[in-house]
T-cell receptor
Framework: DTGVSQNPRHKITKRGQNVTFRCDPI?????LYWYRQTLGQGPEFLTYFQNEAQLEKSRLLSDRFSAERPKGSFSTLEIQRTEQGDSAMYLC????????????FGPGTRLTVL | EDKVVQSPLSLVVHEGDTVTLNCSYEVTNFRSLLWYKQEKKAPTFLFML????IEKKSGRLSSILDKKELFSILNITATQTGDSAVYLCAVGANSGNTPLVFGKGTRLSVIA
């Protein structure tokens, strides 16, 4: 257990619906990353936060995706008007303090868009 | 563009065999290379390597980095069925604030 929690663990939705995922990182970690992993691929970077500031966004993050981290604690990732291609595992990660590359992942949210 | 290539993509071995998984990379301002194990859930951290030639070891797993040739290997000796998983290689760059870049992984299947 890395101490990073994500909810829900599974989400099934119909195409066109909006979904929101939540990540609760280990406290006192100011950096938080979101990745997406599809079948047969490694995790791909989506976006990351330092405290409440969203510092970088991947080109994978279309305008249907939005992420927030109010107060620099938990983070949410929302997908609007879901498409079947959004089906994936959405992973949240935080780094070990003073070892920024050593990232620890939450259990992920598996999204299935029908 | 930063790139990580793992080989083989899949591997089937018998219990007791020794396996070597490969990871090559191209990254601007390399800082570290990481190995993760992924079963049917999120990746779990195995090793982080930053210096060439220094082996990191944990039980039957070991890994080494070659920064001149830009690759790393992960060795697993005396494999067990519990080693069956996808092994992911990732690189981190710059000051460490940047996200990790992952390879596609090697799917290892260990059969009894």
């Amino acid at each position: 257990d890395t101490g990073v929690s994500q909810n829900p663990r599974h989400k099934i939705t119909k195409r066109g619906q909006n979904v929101t995922f939540r990540c609760d990182p280990i406290s006192e970690h100011n950096r938080l990353y979101w990745y997406r992993q599809t079948l047969g691929q490694g995790p791909e970077f989506l976006t990351y936060f330092q405290n409440e500031a969203q510092l970088e966004k991947s080109r994978l993050l279309s305008d249907r995706f939005s992420a927030e981290r109010p107060k620099g604690s938990f983070s949410t990732l929302e997908i609007q008007r879901t498409e079947q291609g959004d089906s994936a595992m959405y992973l949240c990660a935080t780094p070990r303090p003073l070892s920024y590359n050593e990232q620890f992942f939450g259990p992920g949210t598996r999204l299935t868009v029908l | 563009e930063d790139k990580v290539v793992q080989s083989p993509l899949s591997l089937v071995v018998h219990e007791g065999d020794t396996v070597t998984l490969n990871c090559s990379y191209e990254v601007t301002n390399f800082r570290s290379l990481l190995w993760y194990k992924q079963e049917k859930k999120a990746p779990t951290f195995l090793f982080m390597l930053t210096s060439s030639g220094i082996e990191k070891k944990s039980g039957r797993l070991s890994s080494i980095l070659d920064k001149k040739e830009l690759f790393s290997i992960l060795n697993i000796t005396a494999t067990q069925t519990g080693d069956s998983a996808v092994y992911l290689c990732a690189v981190g760059a710059n000051s460490g604030n940047t996200p990790l870049v992952f390879g596609k992984g090697t799917r290892l299947s260990v059969i009894a």
